[in-house]
């Protein structure tokens, strides 16, 4: 893959987001064996990965930053389907079916990317056969997400799809804190997460704000009442 090099590939025997990793599934022998083969590169903001009816040529996972992925219409609205975070493998699914890819990816700030070329994972998958499974669990758990998805579109109301989309985005580094925090989040991408206008958008974080839940700043966005947000975004959640 071009500019992928060995020698920027992280150690993921070190690395702080293993444990979200399909890497911390594997046994010691595929473990070794994963890290030898993978390759590295670090991306700028908004930097395309890979584009709609590409042939994939292998996966990926995120080490550093995020990478979202995203569909475009005609008239070059996007809507992003997934959001990639330190730990997450993507890609796998267009190489497995041996398709095109249906969408495309960017980088989300400053992201660092590993990517194991189809031929390598084929090698892999052939030497360390347990792993399988664990590819299957990946693309079943991505499905019953993708259902979830299509249920919260169809009937679910706008302040609860901002605050559930909030809820996923909250950054690593503050996920079990008692601060956590959105950062680098635009509006624009909020609304194509939720599929709603921008303008739908911006009064659901107003009226979140104005109840003390959330706090918007200048780069980011201050979740100040986690469990109601969590209620907002789940109505239906026990209290």
Not at 2 to 23: H, I, L, M, S, W
Request: net charge positive.
């Amino acid at each position: 893959m071009e500019r992928f090099t060995k020698d920027q590939a992280p150690e993921c025997g070190v690395c702080r987001f293993k444990a979200n990793c399909f890497y911390s599934r594997l046994d010691a022998q595929a473990q070794k064996a994963w890290n030898k083969l993978k390759l590295g590169r670090k991306f700028t903001d908004e930097e395309a990965i890979y584009n709609e009816c590409q042939h994939p040529l292998g996966t990926y996972t995120v080490c550093k930053g995020r990478a979202k992925v995203f569909s475009t219409d005609a008239k070059g609205q996007q809507m992003i389907t997934w959001i990639r975070h330190p730990g997450d493998t993507f890609g796998h699914i267009a190489l497995f079916a041996e398709n095109e890819y249906y969408c495309n990816s960017r980088a989300m700030g400053e992201t660092i990317l590993s990517f194991v070329d189809r031929k390598s994972l084929e090698r892999f998958l052939e030497e360390n056969p347990k792993a399988y499974k664990i590819f299957l669990y990946k693309v079943a758990s991505e499905l019953h997400t993708l259902q979830v998805k299509l249920k919260d579109t169809a009937y679910k109301p706008a302040r609860s799809k901002v605050a559930r989309a909030l809820l996923n985005a909250i950054s690593y580094k503050s996920k079990d804190t008692s601060a956590p925090a959105i950062h680098g989040l635009k509006r624009t991408e909020i609304a194509e997460i939720t599929g709603l206008a921008l303008e739908t958008v911006v009064r659901a974080l107003a009226e979140l704000e104005k109840h003390s839940i959330i706090k918007r700043e200048t780069k980011s966005i201050k979740i100040l009442d986690y469990p109601l947000l969590q209620r907002v975004a789940d109505p239906h959640i026990k209290k």
